[in-house]
């Protein structure tokens, strides 16, 4: 059974940084791309950004040049380092993982950031 479960949610100021973990088991963790999502409380759920097996990686432009990803396949960790945080980053942010045509969520952690 695939699990993943996210951590390092919290609060800060604008301009702050977090850094956000994601623990994921029941899979051969190197052979997937995995991605981040935020949902905020009025919204859908929106896709952030990814990493793929071999390390290369995508943000939407909301994010970029401000939030970094990476991942420790030793340690089967994906994380989400995120700087010059915005009041427009508060969310609940989800760590996800695809195996074949099946979607693997997190339960959420939250993000906010306060002006």
């Known amino acids: 059974q695939v699990q993943v479960i996210e951590c390092g949610g919290g609060s800060v100021q604008a301009g702050g940084s977090l850094r956000l973990s994601c623990a994921a088991s029941?899979?051969?963790?190197?052979?997937?791309?995995l991605g981040w999502y935020r949902q905020t409380s009025v919204g859908e759920r929106a896709f952030v950004g990814s990493i793929s097996r071999d390390g290369s990686w995508y943000f939407v432009d909301d994010v970029r040049g401000r939030f970094t990803i990476s991942r420790d396949n030793g340690k089967n960790r994906m994380y989400l380092e995120m700087n010059n945080l915005k009041p427009d980053d508060t969310a609940i942010y989800y760590c996800h993982s695809a195996v074949g045509p099946t979607d693997y969520w997190g339960q959420g952690t939250q993000v906010t950031v306060s002006s």
């Open positions: 029941g899979h051969t963790f190197s052979n997937y791309e």
